[in-house]
């Protein structure tokens, strides 16, 4: 069952955004906003599908960007200013609003030139580190490690990051909830009964992170951290000296990265990653499979913020 509700207004990614579907999860506005850069509405999409679509992959028809997702809803993102959903007879609004924040989000995002990146980033002293890498490789988790002694987390999942006023690359806070792995709450200590699964990822939670969770709106970017699993068995890290090498890191982890070419946007994520490698610090960190814990990470990562800073 589906509800609905009267339009409310919410902020998230650096955008104000009325829904006629509720987001729990985002921190909502009181009263009424003018300028609205996102509206989230329902409306029938069997008509366009069908002529459009194909299961299983993105379709792309000029500025508009349609999914498919079995017994869940059709999405249609459209120009970077609307979402419009168009739900299955009984789907589940938990799993609709799921897609919503994530790959529609992520899609928004790179329809309004803010690049998405897929990872988790934390506010240490001020500056956001953004922490990327594939799924498994424990982005989270070691986001949940920097909460644990006391830094704010302030995206999961899909970082967005724009330039300011000043030309700098900055990180729009999101919404307060991580993403976490069952291997991953076991090892931070979480009890798996007291969350949310994620529906068909059984074995991923929703955990909310409200009091960890970063409170202003925005913060300028410092550095980047690449999460790898490894065969070997310890624990390195590198600085990534050269920025072409920093290229193809920021193209593999840039959320949804499959529309940029049939969105005619690979110019411009060429220039704006081109300019993000040049102006912020990334790292390597390469891990084994098994052997060491997410703290031992958390290490690396604050040491090397530090060393960094002293250089400075």
Known sequence: ??????????????????????????KRVNGTIKNIDVNIRFDDLRGEWKEYGREGKFAV????????????????????????????????????RLYVLGSCMGIILLQKKILPLHGSAAVIDGKAYAILGHSGAGKSTLASTLMNIGYKLISDDVIAVSLSENQEFIVHSSYPQ???WEESLAKLGLPENKYSPLFEREKKYAIPV?????????VPLAGIFELEKSEHEQLTIEKVQNSIEKLPVLFHHTF?????????????????TASLADQVEMYRIKRPTTG??????QSLLLNAIRKGEKRC
């Open 1 to 26: 069952m589906i509800s609905t509700c009267e339009s409310t207004f919410y902020r998230a990614f650096g955008l104000s955004i009325q829904s006629d579907i509720p987001l729990p999860e985002v």
């Open 61 to 96: 028809i000029n500025d508009t960007v349609m999914f498919h997702i079995k017994n869940t809803a059709i999405f249609s993102v459209v120009k970077g200013e609307r979402v419009i959903v168009s739900p299955f007879e009984h789907s589940d609004e938990n799993k609709i």
């Open 178 to 180: 991580q993403k976490l």
């Open 210 to 218: 409200e009091p960890s969770f970063y409170e202003g709106e925005r």
């Open 256 to 272: 949804r990265n499959s529309v940029l070419n049939r969105l005619g946007l690979l110019e411009w994520h060429f220039s704006t």
């Open 292 to 297: 060491f814990t997410p703290y031992e990470i």
